[in-house]
Protein backbone atom coordinates (compact mmCIF):
# COMPACT_ATOMS: atom_id res chain seq x y z
CA UNK A 1 0.00 0.00 0.00
CA UNK A 2 1.49 3.32 -0.82
CA UNK A 3 1.07 7.02 0.57
CA UNK A 4 -1.04 9.30 -1.00
CA UNK A 5 -0.38 13.13 -0.76
CA UNK A 6 2.26 15.21 0.55
CA UNK A 7 6.06 14.18 1.33
CA UNK A 8 5.01 10.34 0.99
CA UNK A 9 3.46 10.35 -2.29
CA UNK A 10 4.62 7.16 -3.93
CA UNK A 11 6.05 5.97 -0.97
CA UNK A 12 5.28 2.88 0.94
CA UNK A 13 2.89 3.72 3.68
CA UNK A 14 5.69 1.46 6.19
CA UNK A 15 8.19 4.08 4.91
CA UNK A 16 6.22 7.33 5.02
CA UNK A 17 5.30 5.98 8.78
CA UNK A 18 8.99 4.93 9.55
CA UNK A 19 10.42 8.63 8.12
CA UNK A 20 7.42 10.31 10.71
CA UNK A 21 8.43 8.07 13.48
CA UNK A 22 12.22 9.33 12.96
CA UNK A 23 10.91 13.26 12.53
CA UNK A 24 8.89 12.61 16.09
CA UNK A 25 11.87 11.24 17.90
CA UNK A 26 14.13 13.66 16.83
CA UNK A 27 11.87 16.82 17.56
CA UNK A 28 11.72 15.04 20.87
CA UNK A 29 15.46 14.78 21.42
CA UNK A 30 15.87 18.13 20.45
CA UNK A 31 13.51 19.22 23.05
CA UNK A 32 15.26 17.65 25.83
CA UNK A 33 18.76 18.82 24.05
CA UNK A 34 16.93 22.51 24.12
CA UNK A 35 16.49 22.29 27.53
CA UNK A 36 20.09 21.06 28.25
CA UNK A 37 21.42 24.31 25.96
CA UNK A 38 19.31 26.40 28.24
CA UNK A 39 20.28 25.43 31.66
CA UNK A 40 24.00 25.48 30.61
CA UNK A 41 23.48 28.96 29.48
CA UNK A 42 21.56 29.95 32.52
CA UNK A 43 24.63 31.16 34.14
CA UNK A 44 25.65 33.53 31.70
CA UNK A 45 21.82 34.39 30.54
CA UNK A 46 22.23 38.11 31.26
CA UNK A 47 25.72 38.45 28.87
CA UNK A 48 24.49 36.30 25.95
CA UNK A 49 21.65 34.84 24.02
CA UNK A 50 21.46 31.35 22.77
CA UNK A 51 21.67 32.75 18.87
CA UNK A 52 24.79 35.17 20.04
CA UNK A 53 26.19 31.66 21.98
CA UNK A 54 26.02 29.67 18.67
CA UNK A 55 28.40 32.81 17.06
CA UNK A 56 30.75 32.39 20.11
CA UNK A 57 30.76 28.57 19.27
CA UNK A 58 31.21 28.84 15.44
CA UNK A 59 34.36 31.87 15.63
CA UNK A 60 35.52 29.47 18.10
CA UNK A 61 35.66 26.16 16.01
CA UNK A 62 36.88 28.33 13.13
CA UNK A 63 39.22 30.77 14.54
CA UNK A 64 38.09 33.84 12.29
CA UNK A 65 35.31 34.86 10.16
CA UNK A 66 34.43 37.99 8.20
CA UNK A 67 30.38 38.58 8.82
CA UNK A 68 29.64 37.44 5.56
CA UNK A 69 30.92 33.76 6.13
CA UNK A 70 29.32 33.69 9.81
CA UNK A 71 26.12 35.01 8.14
CA UNK A 72 25.82 32.57 5.70
CA UNK A 73 26.78 29.44 8.37
CA UNK A 74 24.33 30.74 10.20
CA UNK A 75 21.53 31.27 7.64
CA UNK A 76 20.68 34.52 8.11
CA UNK A 77 21.27 37.56 6.73
CA UNK A 78 24.24 39.72 7.18
CA UNK A 79 22.35 42.45 9.38
CA UNK A 80 20.89 39.64 11.08
CA UNK A 81 24.71 39.03 12.35
CA UNK A 82 26.30 42.41 12.50
CA UNK A 83 23.20 42.95 15.37
CA UNK A 84 24.46 39.71 17.25
CA UNK A 85 28.07 40.63 16.51
CA UNK A 86 27.62 44.15 17.47
CA UNK A 87 26.54 42.99 20.91
CA UNK A 88 29.25 40.60 21.59
CA UNK A 89 31.68 43.28 20.61
CA UNK A 90 30.40 45.48 23.43
CA UNK A 91 30.29 42.64 25.86
CA UNK A 92 34.11 42.10 25.12
CA UNK A 93 33.66 38.27 23.92
CA UNK A 94 34.24 39.28 19.94
CA UNK A 95 36.75 41.05 18.69
CA UNK A 96 37.11 42.89 14.86
CA UNK A 97 40.63 42.83 13.17
CA UNK A 98 41.84 43.96 9.93
CA UNK A 99 42.70 41.17 7.60
CA UNK A 100 46.43 41.00 6.82
CA UNK A 101 45.60 39.34 3.48
CA UNK A 102 42.78 41.73 2.75
CA UNK A 103 42.67 44.99 4.29
CA UNK A 104 39.08 45.81 3.16
CA UNK A 105 37.90 43.03 5.11
CA UNK A 106 37.14 42.70 9.01
CA UNK A 107 37.73 39.57 10.92
CA UNK A 108 35.44 38.49 13.93
CA UNK A 109 37.30 36.86 16.13
CA UNK A 110 36.33 35.37 20.00
CA UNK A 111 38.27 37.48 22.31
CA UNK A 112 40.02 35.29 25.43
CA UNK A 113 36.82 36.13 27.17
CA UNK A 114 34.54 34.76 25.09
CA UNK A 115 36.59 31.67 24.47
CA UNK A 116 36.23 31.09 28.33
CA UNK A 117 32.41 31.38 28.40
CA UNK A 118 31.89 28.70 25.46
CA UNK A 119 34.40 26.14 27.47
CA UNK A 120 32.55 26.92 30.68
CA UNK A 121 29.27 26.68 28.71
CA UNK A 122 30.28 23.57 26.83
CA UNK A 123 31.53 21.83 30.19
CA UNK A 124 28.50 22.70 32.01
CA UNK A 125 26.72 21.10 28.67
CA UNK A 126 28.88 18.17 28.37
CA UNK A 127 28.39 16.90 32.21
CA UNK A 128 24.45 17.73 31.71
CA UNK A 129 24.35 15.43 28.51
CA UNK A 130 26.79 12.50 30.66
CA UNK A 131 24.81 12.17 33.04
CA UNK A 132 22.06 11.73 30.67
CA UNK A 133 23.78 8.74 29.08
CA UNK A 134 24.78 7.06 31.80
CA UNK A 135 21.13 6.39 32.08
CA UNK A 136 20.93 4.85 28.62
CA UNK A 137 21.43 1.02 28.61
CA UNK A 138 24.52 0.03 27.18
CA UNK A 139 23.43 -1.68 24.14
CA UNK A 140 21.61 1.40 22.60
CA UNK A 141 24.40 3.72 22.89
CA UNK A 142 26.48 2.50 20.29
CA UNK A 143 23.27 2.73 18.02
CA UNK A 144 22.41 6.22 19.62
CA UNK A 145 26.35 7.55 18.50
CA UNK A 146 26.25 6.26 14.93
CA UNK A 147 22.29 7.55 14.50
CA UNK A 148 23.28 10.91 15.70
CA UNK A 149 26.63 10.83 14.10
CA UNK A 150 25.00 10.57 10.89
CA UNK A 151 22.24 13.09 11.80
CA UNK A 152 24.98 15.41 11.96
CA UNK A 153 26.58 14.84 9.11
CA UNK A 154 23.52 14.87 6.95
CA UNK A 155 22.81 18.38 8.49
CA UNK A 156 26.52 19.38 8.20
CA UNK A 157 27.33 20.59 11.41
CA UNK A 158 31.17 19.96 12.65
CA UNK A 159 31.67 17.43 15.48
CA UNK A 160 31.88 18.53 19.13
CA UNK A 161 34.94 16.89 19.64
CA UNK A 162 37.42 15.73 23.19
CA UNK A 163 40.29 17.46 22.25
CA UNK A 164 41.06 20.24 23.96
CA UNK A 165 41.56 22.30 20.72
CA UNK A 166 38.29 21.64 19.65
CA UNK A 167 36.31 20.89 22.19
CA UNK A 168 33.22 22.89 20.94
CA UNK A 169 29.10 21.60 20.79
CA UNK A 170 27.03 24.32 21.31
Known sequence: MH?????????????VSE?????????????????VSARSLADVEDTVTLAQFRILV???????????QLAARL???ASTAQRQVDRLVREELVDRRENPDDRRQVLLVPTA????LVEAVTDRRRDEIARIVQTLPGEDRAALVAALEAFAEAANEPAAGRDPAHPLGW
Open 75 to 77: GVN
Open 113 to 116: QGAR
Open 3 to 15: GTGGSGAGRPTSA
Open 19 to 35: SEDLVTALLTASRALVG
Open 58 to 68: LLSSQGRSTLV
